[in-house]
């Protein structure tokens, strides 16, 4: 499922079969996957804070140098909010229709089968 325009997402629940209750708890469940990064969230939590920038950007984010899981799924969730489609053919289109299931006048007839 992809997460652009998620800001837009009014449901708030992610992943097809929305087992995520927001964005927050979206962003943090690929990371503990065992299939995607395999990690626990204290092992993420000691790879970030680690790295010798990271302490120093949530300093300036959160006004403190700690690291942790929570306040690495409201940067995260920040960042994914702000991935938002914008002039794109799709967005042409869409906006040429009344409902997304109707074809798109700019698209191709393979484009609109998609």
């Known amino acids: 499922m992809g997460l652009s325009n998620s800001m837009y997402y009014e449901n708030g629940h992610f992943f097809w079969d929305e087992?995520?209750?927001?964005l927050e708890e979206q962003v943090l469940m690929p990371i503990?996957?065992?299939v995607e990064m395999g990690l626990s969230l204290s092992e993420l939590e000691s790879k970030v804070a680690?790295?010798?920038y990271y302490p120093?950007?949530?300093s300036k984010v959160f006004?403190?140098?700690e690291v942790s899981s929570e306040r690495i799924a409201l940067?995260?969730?920040?960042?994914?909010?702000?991935?938002?489609?914008?002039q794109s053919k799709y967005d042409d289109g869409r906006a040429?229709?009344?409902?997304?299931?109707?074809?798109f006048p700019?698209?191709?007839d393979s484009e609109n089968l998609g």
């Open 106 to 108: 700019n698209f191709s």
């Open 75 to 86: 940067i995260l969730s920040q960042f994914v909010r702000s991935i938002v489609s914008y």
């Open 63 to 65: 006004g403190d140098e």
């Open 50 to 52: 680690d790295l010798p």
């Open 19 to 22: 087992r995520a209750g927001s």
């Open 32 to 34: 503990q996957d065992s």
């Open 96 to 103: 040429q229709v009344n409902r997304p299931v109707d074809n």
């Open 56 to 58: 120093i950007l949530f």
